[in-house]
């Protein structure tokens, strides 16, 4: 049906401008889960790509003056955006608390990524006395 098609290409044309957007909101919700908070980016995706679309859509959308098909597709992108501004919030809130975010390194984290580096690289393992201050081969 040629009203189908065109249709489809007027809610194309919008989302597959920002379509990008969704993969930022993944990509900091994976982050997030992957730090160990997994509530966290579940909540915010529930409230933004869920709640706020359907509040939108059954309390706003109605008492536009002159509501058009495009203002039911513009909510996608905008809740995208809105999610992924929240989820990266959260991201470097935790990061910076956990200090992922650090410029300057401690001593044992420095050792202990130096070692993480060499086992990877197929080098001899090494443990990192805290006590004596020293690396031991094993």
């Known amino acids: 049906d040629p009203a189908v098609i065109e249709w489809a290409l007027k809610r194309m044309s919008i989302n597959s401008v920002f379509q990008w957007l969704m993969c930022v909101m993944y990509a900091y919700s994976a982050s997030l889960r992957g730090m160990g908070y997994s509530f966290v980016p579940m909540i915010i995706n529930l409230l933004f790509t869920c709640v706020l679309r359907v509040v939108y859509l059954s309390f706003i959308y109605p008492y ?8 039911v597709y513009i909510v996608y992108p905008v809740t995208w955006i809105l999610s992924s501004v929240m989820q990266m919030l959260v991201f470097y809130i ?28 197929g080098c001899s393992l090494f443990f990192y006395s805290s006590s004596s201050k020293s690396l031991s081969v094993i």
């Open 94 to 121: 935790i990061a910076h608390k956990k200090g992922y975010l650090r410029k300057h390194r401690t001593k044992t984290e420095r050792v202990s990524r130096q070692m993480y580096r060499e086992q990877l690289s």
């Open 64 to 71: 536009i003056p002159n509501r058009t098909i495009y203002l």
